[in-house]
């Protein structure tokens, strides 16, 4: 049954890949970019059931204005985040401005989002959160984004328990390692070889859309009695 899907950071890979995916099942999708540059060299744009709106994560004051714009227009019942800031960074070097960014990406703006959600989708029924294999297995040079993303999983709990009584579930997906441009950026930055990674993961590294079947169940009518839940997609890296 098609949905309006509210798709936070559709300018990011995952995020847009993941929107595009939505469009093809016949969803209706209203997508935040970040900037209007974003948006008017998104593909996105181009299709007849997508609306792109432009969210400055770093203005949450303006937060309440653009959801009760949003829904006004449209019936959202389903909010699907891929907001997140990522930097690598020993913890010797890892300076406050680096940690307040880090938990106003992957934190702060996304509870804060959800709290004007609340008031203005009147058919939310669904929550889900892009955390990271990260927030549940550290490694070196990833303070911020590690500890911000242990912070998000258990918001995910936190919010579940408050908003079961009005029969809105909230979960989380926590991918590992996967292809995209931006993880083969990293692994230039960082001069390691991608078989070296791969290595790790006992199936091989991923791609997004093996990410996408899980957040399709999270959406669906069929994971009514999940909630509070992080999923780890990693290929069995966490088994490591």
């Known amino acids: 049954m098609s949905s309006t899907v509210l798709v936070m950071g559709v300018g990011s890979y995952l995020g847009g890949n993941y929107a595009s995916h939505l469009l093809d ?6 997508g935040s970019f970040s900037n209007d540059i974003s948006s008017d060299k998104s593909i996105l744009m181009s299709h007849k059931n997508f609306k792109g709106i432009v969210i400055d994560i770093e203005r949450p004051q303006s937060f309440k ?5 949003v829904s006004k227009l449209y019936a959202v019942s389903k909010i699907v985040s891929f907001w997140g800031f990522h930097r690598l960074n020993p913890a010797r070097s890892t300076k406050f401005e680096e ?5 106003v990406y992957n934190v702060s703006s996304n509870l804060e989002f959800i709290r004007c959600s609340l008031r203005h989708f009147k058919q939310l029924d669904r929550i889900v959160l892009t955390a990271s294999l990260a927030g549940v297995k550290p490694e070196k040079g990833l303070l911020s984004y590690s500890t911000s993303k242990a912070a998000l999983i258990a918001a995910t709990k936190v919010l579940s328990l408050e908003l079961a009584p009005r029969n809105i579930s909230v979960n989380c997906v926590s991918p590992g390692w996967v292809n995209s441009p931006v993880s083969d950026k990293v692994l230039r930055n960082l001069r390691l070889d991608v078989a070296d990674v791969e290595s790790q993961y006992p199936m091989g590294l991923g791609d ?21 839940q992080n999923f780890i997609l990693d290929g069995g890296r966490s088994l490591n």
């Open 65 to 69: 204005e653009i959801v009760l714009r």
């Open 208 to 228: 997004v859309s093996d990410l996408f079947g899980i957040y399709d169940l999270l959406i669906s009518n069929e994971s009514r009695w999940i909630t509070g």
């Open 25 to 30: 099942r016949g969803h209706t999708v209203v």
């Open 99 to 103: 940690l307040n960014k880090s938990f």
